[in-house]
């Protein structure tokens, strides 16, 4: 059975520092991993996603995350915060050998707080 | 592209009433889901449709709710009768493709109080 989860409820950086959110998955086979943001009072926004490839995957306002197989991991990135990056963040995955379930599973969210 | 519009925004009832949200998917998108959001429980898939066919249900709550998609372009989602802890955001989705590989785009999702 596919399963995500993200260890941090909330984190809070400084405008201009790094930002990492973290997230750990557990498939039987090879993951189709993915990352969405949510705006206050608005839906779920696709960031980026992991197919095959390149480790290193580029999204949309700068971020990035990278696919880790040996840490079973999707830390989503990004080198320099916005107090414009204060959002909910949404890790998900899908395994692809699971067969019938077609559905991605998203984690918890992660509060991202950016301070002036 | 409107998006995946969703209606109504807000809906505020009183316990035993029906409810009943609405969807409209992107044109062109063959996977439909509902999701229903809240501070204790998160994000919980409810029911997931393809080319119109309802595949996974296991996320509905109880016979209470039900949904429904006539045709490409529309889903309902009903809740009969309504209970307050039945309030939360309620977000529809769609996507093209089955097989997972393809992002959401998700509505803006309709705030539903139960008082």
């Known amino acids: ?116 | 592209d409107a998006g995946v519009i969703q209606s109504p925004r807000h809906e505020v009832t009183e316990m035993g009433q029906e409810v009943t949200l609405r969807c409209k998917p992107i044109s062109g998108h063959n996977s439909l889901f509902w999701y229903r959001q809240t501070m204790m429980r998160g994000l919980e898939l409810l029911i997931y449709f393809n080319n119109n066919v309802p595949i996974d249900d296991s996320g509905m709550p109880e016979d209470r709710f039900s949904a429904k998609m006539p045709n490409a372009s529309f889903s309902t989602l009903k809740i009969q009768p309504s209970e307050p802890r039945d309030s939360a955001v309620y977000f529809c989705a769609s996507a093209t493709g089955t097989s997972g590989i393809n992002e959401q785009y998700f509505g803006p999702g309709t705030r539903l109080t139960v008082t």
């Open chain 1, 1 to 116: 059975a596919q399963s995500v989860a993200q260890p941090e409820d909330q984190v809070n950086v400084a405008e201009g520092n790094p930002l990492t959110v973290k997230c750990t998955y557990s498939v039987s086979g090879n993951p189709y991993l993915f990352w969405y943001v949510q705006y206050p009072n608005r839906g779920l926004q696709f960031l980026l996603k992991y197919i095959t490839g390149d480790n290193l995957v580029k999204g949309s306002y700068g971020f990035e995350a990278e696919f880790n197989k040996s840490q079973t991991s999707f830390h989503l990135k990004k080198p320099s915060a916005l107090v414009s990056d204060s959002a909910l963040y949404f890790c998900a995955v899908r395994d692809p050998p699971s067969g019938g379930s077609y559905i991605p599973t998203f984690g918890r969210g992660t509060s991202l707080i950016v301070h002036p």
